[in-house]
């Protein structure tokens, strides 16, 4: 009779103690997933803060070198298309595959109006900048988004145009060409609001 006795006063304080410590064993997966999650949120925040900002900074540069000089220089256009990728590399992987098509579709789409314009004409209809603008931003942005970004670009440009030959300045369009950067710049800006703005999932 003592040894059930001491036996069952043992199992008691088994069944206890399990009583006692598994909320604590259930809960610990949960809310260290949560504070590994508030935790990584911060961080993702801040690094997809600072791939915007160079976005947005490179894009300005090569809007103001374009206007200014009529030029779009490699030493912006390459780190941009490079930070593109690595945006979408670090952020989602699931989007790289879009990034890196748009990145081709953009050099191809242009080069190839570049190349029958020049060989048609015998003189440049875009500059070779605009071309590898127009890649940087299809990396940035995925092939899916150029048709619109380009549309826009050229609506813009358009206006531009219009406005321009409305107050009596058309010599100076006919002589001097209008920089198509700064459209670009301006269209993959407002592209950016559907694309940048929220993370990649």
């Known amino acids: 009779m003592f040894s059930n006795a001491v036996k069952c006063r043992q199992i008691h304080l088994i069944a206890t103690s399990i009583a006692h410590y598994w909320p604590l064993l259930h809960e610990r997966p949960l809310s260290t997933l949560t504070t ?6 911060p961080s993702m925040f801040v690094t997809s803060s600072i791939f915007i900002i160079l976005y947005c900074g490179l894009s300005l540069m090569l809007c103001w070198c374009d206007y200014q000089s009529g030029l779009l220089p490699d030493r912006f256009t390459c780190p941009l298309l490079w930070v593109g990728l690595l945006y979408h590399l670090y952020l989602s992987e699931s989007t790289l595959s879009s990034a890196v098509w748009g990145a081709i579709a953009g050099y191809v789409s242009f080069a190839t109006i570049y190349w029958l314009y020049r060989g048609l004409r015998g003189y440049e209809g875009i500059g070779y900048g605009d ?3 127009l890649a940087a931003l299809g990396a940035w942005h ?3 988004v150029l048709p619109q970004l380009v549309l826009i670009a050229t609506i813009l440009a358009c206006v531009t145009l219009g406005i321009k030959i409305i107050a009596g300045r058309k010599r100076q ?3 001097n ?5 700064p459209f670009l710049a301006a269209a993959g ?3 950016g609001w559907q ?3 929220s993370p990649p999932p």
Do not use: M, N, R
Request: glycine residues 8%; charged residues 10%; neutral net charge.
């Open 173 to 175: 369009v006919l002589y």
């Open 142 to 144: 995925g092939w899916s």
């Open 131 to 133: 071309v590898k603008f």
């Open 195 to 197: 694309t940048l703005i």
């Open 36 to 41: 590994t999650a508030i935790s990584q949120e």
């Open 189 to 191: 800006l407002w592209c």
């Open 177 to 181: 060409p209008l920089p198509f950067g």
